[in-house]
């Protein structure tokens, strides 16, 4: 029940809704790229994740990856993961200056590694 109630007002209050929107434009926009498609499935697999993140983790896929995954990555960097990763940051600084803001602070920090390098991880729910 808690996780629910804290998803709810991380939609609302913690920047849910709009992570969400933004992951999910870029998603739609590397689709169109068709050379783009794996970082779109990563945006996308971005977006639904922030949209509802208490309750799930992002882990290394299982068999792990290979070399083409890690200089994909690296190129997703460069692109966009550290810009990404760097507002995760700030914004999850911010929300923790507030007793309040410390749960949606720490899921800002949660979306940081999946951000920084998303190819190759998963999200699993912790139950």
């Given at each position: 029940?808690?996780r629910?109630?804290?998803?709810?007002?991380?939609?609302?209050?913690?920047?849910?809704?709009?992570?969400?929107?933004?992951?999910a434009?870029?998603?739609?926009?590397?689709?169109?790229?068709?050379?783009?498609?794996?970082?779109?499935?990563?945006s996308?697999?971005?977006?639904?994740?922030?949209?509802?993140?208490?309750?799930r983790?992002?882990?290394?896929?299982?068999?792990?990856?290979?070399?083409?995954?890690?200089l994909?990555?690296?190129?997703?960097?460069?692109?966009?993961?550290?810009?990404?990763?760097?507002?995760?940051?700030?914004?999850?600084?911010?929300?923790?200056?507030?007793?309040?803001?410390?749960?949606?602070?720490?899921?800002?920090?949660?979306?940081?590694?999946?951000?920084?390098?998303?190819l190759?991880?998963?999200i699993?729910?912790?139950?």
């Open positions: 029940m808690i629910f109630v804290l998803n709810v007002l991380w939609l609302i209050f913690g920047g849910g809704l709009v992570l969400f929107l933004g992951y434009l870029a998603a739609a926009l590397c689709f169109v790229l068709v050379v783009t498609i794996p970082f779109a499935i990563a996308w697999r971005l977006a639904v994740y922030s949209l509802w993140p208490f309750g983790t992002v882990r290394a896929k299982s068999g792990g990856s290979g070399v083409a995954t890690g994909a990555n690296v190129l997703w960097v460069v692109l966009a993961g550290w810009w990404l990763a760097l507002t995760h940051i700030t914004a999850g600084i911010t929300l923790c200056a507030s007793v309040i803001g410390i749960p949606f602070g720490i899921a800002h920090f949660k979306l940081v590694p999946a951000a920084f390098w998303p190759g991880r998963e699993v729910d912790l139950d």
